[in-house]
């Protein structure tokens, strides 16, 4: 069979679909959980904001004046779509040598970690996150710029993908 013959490209194509499904990173976004605290939040701020603004003026200045309480409650109903939306962005995969963190709404970003240039990786979780079982993974690098954390994650994911990153990132480094 000669090179570039007609029955030679039906199997170059097949052989590119499989490297592409190869090279296509698998995505795992983030549990529901870190969205409902995200929520919560917003509510108690918001909510509180909105009683102060409308409440106390009601009470002191006038009826008319508790409609100060609707901007507030406006922003909560906006709030409340667009952390879903948020949410919804934040992904990551895990590749053979580098992380990728994808994140954003209007500007999507994504940020790629090779594990070679990982220095530290942290599992933090604050007092309203761990009442919510959530944790939070932070990667350093020699650049200071990087910002990748990977927020709200189940604790044992967080830790499973700390002690991962720190292999990979230990077993990469020695080859440099």
Known sequence: ?????????????????????????VWTGLPPGLLR?????????????????????????????????LPPLAVLGWGWVMLERNWR????????????????????????????????VEVTSGPVERHF????????TAAAATDATIPGLDPAEAERLRDRLTELGEARSAGL
Do not use: C
């Open 89 to 120: 962005s934040w992904r990551y995969a895990e590749r053979a040598d580098d992380l990728l963190i994808s994140r954003g709404v209007l500007w999507r970003e994504e940020t790629v970690v090779p594990y070679g240039r990982m220095q530290l």
């Open 133 to 140: 079982g959530l944790a939070s993974v932070q990667l350093h």
């Open 1 to 25: 069979m000669e090179t570039g013959s007609p029955d030679d490209a039906g199997t170059a194509g097949a052989t590119d679909a499989v490297v592409r499904a190869r090279e296509e990173p």
């Open 37 to 69: 605290m995200r929520r919560l939040l917003l509510v108690v701020w918001l909510g509180l904001l909105a009683l102060a603004a409308g409440l106390l003026p009601g009470l002191f200045l006038g009826p008319l004046w508790a409609t100060l309480a």
